[in-house]
């Protein structure tokens, strides 16, 4: 048999307008996945209201964080399948990697046709979401499901869950926040903040938040911090529904009133930078804290194509083969 990869993350619009962020809503914020509100009442709130209003806004705010070779999210996600398919080469395992995005292109199903074309009968998929939930992880499972139902011959496969705890994967955070201390000193805080979801989903059994807070602990223990060095908070809200707290953004205003003036933040939930870490955090999120006294603030990149985390990702799959 042939194996091959399948990298997954969640997309993003093909160019920075309206039009484009509008097709990318419509397509993610139409997964009953991501929002599960009954269709009769969700549909009309989308079409009438979120899509229209919120496509300009969003543009505006792609344009402010979008390279010249197009979306970070897509171009970080390219340089993570060029650079797990050498590092698979250089160690002399044949295995073809692909990459497909759960809403806009390359969807799953581009990234299923050119592993096909390859000559793979056999799938590692792997969903770039150290922590599972539902709006995420079981999403890419949704997507290729219905991928497989138009095959006749559906290949083996093994879909890699969640790696939280995954020790190259804390390595790789601890790593990136050393070598981001050495070069701009230490703040008086490490806030990690992930990607949040709708309270209701964890009560509904989404494991997501138990395990951010796992990552949270596990990354401070392997840096070494004390309980008042580090924080965990919940960013990206959305809608009117309570979501995971505490909120980044109300931590950030209060953290300066409580003696904390000098932050370092890093966004563990996010293997590539995107919108959510670049725009949100390095840009809305310093404002809120300089604003509110800080003195200080430094955004820690994702581990995009990081050698660690490329080699995590080269174990996690590697761990399938058997
Ligand atoms: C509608 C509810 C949303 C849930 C639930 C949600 C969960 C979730 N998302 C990520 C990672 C990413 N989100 C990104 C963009 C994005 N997310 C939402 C909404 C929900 N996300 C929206 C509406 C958007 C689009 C931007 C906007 O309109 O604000 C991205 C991509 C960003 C990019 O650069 O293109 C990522 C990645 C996680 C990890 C997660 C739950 C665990
Ligand atoms: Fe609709
Ligand atoms: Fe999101």
Known sequence: MKTGVLLVNLGTPSAPTAKAVKTFLSQFLHDRRVVDVPRALWCPLLHGIILPFR????ARLYQSIWWEEGSPLMVISRRQQAALAEALNEAGIDMPVALGMSYGEPSLATAWQELKSAGVDRVVLLPLYPQYSVSTTASVFDGWARLMKKERLVPAFRFIHDYHDHSGYIQALAESVRRHWEQHGRGELLLLSYH????????????????????????AAELGLERHQWRTTFQSRFGREEWLQPYTDDTMKALPGEGIKRLDVICPAFSADCLETLEEIAEQNRELFM??????YHYIPALNDQPAHIRMMMDLVCRELV
Do not use: F, N
């Not at 604003?291 to 200080?296: F, H, Q, T, V």
């Open 196 to 219: 949040g979801i709708p309270r209701r989903y964890e009560d509904e059994g989404d494991p997501y938040g138990q395990q951010c807070h796992r990552t949270s602990e596990l990354l």
């Open 55 to 58: 496509s300009p806004r969003v």
């Open 291 to 296: 604003a509110s006294g800080g003195e200080a």
